[in-house]
C-alpha cells in the first residue's frame, strides 16, 4: 500500500523481465528466469546504493529468486507467477480475518502511520469504518486471484504479465481512493475524524497556566 512508484517498479520490472527473456529465448524456462533474477539484482542493488533499508530491499530480491525457484522446479513458466498467487490468497484471507476479529488491517496500517498506536479501536465507529475500507482490501486481492487464476492454469505466460502490471499500483491507486471514500462516508456526522479517535485524550490547545497561575 505504501511503496509508492518505488514498490509499483519492483512488483511489475522482474515479472516483464521473465516474459521479455522468455520470448527472446524461444520460450526457455533459462532465459525468462535469468531475465528476471538479473533484473532483481539490479533493483536491489540501485535501491541499496539509494540507501534503502536493507531488509526490505534483500526480501524483494528474495521473492524473485524464490519464483524463479519454483518455475525451475516445475519446469511450467507460470508457475514463475505460483508465488504471486499464494500471496494474493494468503493477503486475502488477512484482511478479512482481520475484519472478523475487530481488528481492521487498514486501521492498524494507518494508526501505525498517525503514531496512534491501538487508541482507533476505542472508538467503535472509527473502528466500523476501517472494517468497511478494509473489505476494500480484501477485494482486491480476490479480483486479482479471479483474473491470474484462469490465466495460471490457462499457461498464459505474456497474459499472466499484463494482468500483473494492470493490477498493480492502477488497482491499489483505486483502492486507496475507494476506501478513503468508504471510510469518510462511514462516520457519523460531527466525528473528529482519523487523527483523532473518539475516547482518546483531546490534544492540548495552546499553552497551560502554571499551578501558581491558577491560585493567583
Known sequence: MLGGRR???DATLPPVAFAVGWLAGGH?????????VATGVLLAGWRLRRGDRPRSVLIGL??????????????????FFL???????????A???????????LGVIVGAVLGQRGRWRRDPALVRAYARGSWVWA????????VFVPLWLGGQVVALVVA???????LVATALAVSWVVIQRSLPAGHPGLRHPAGSPPPPQGPQPSPQ???R
Open 62 to 79: 528474495l521473492a524473485v529468486c524464490v519464483a524463479a525457484l519454483i518455475a525451475l522446479r516445475t519446469g511450467r513458466a507460470t508457475d
Open 95 to 105: 484482511w478479512a480475518v482481520s475484519i472478523v476479529v475487530r481488528w481492521p488491517l
Open 213 to 215: 497561575a491558577e491560585q
Open 28 to 36: 526457455s524456462l533459462w532465459g525468462g528466469v535469468g531475465a528476471a
Open 83 to 93: 508465488l504471486q498467487l499464494l500471496s494474493n490468497a494468503a493477503s486475502a484471507l
Open 7 to 9: 514498490g509499483a517498479v
Open 164 to 170: 500483473r502490471v494492470a493490477l498493480t499500483w492502477p
Open 139 to 146: 477485494a482486491t486481492y480476490v479480483l486479482r486471484l479471479a
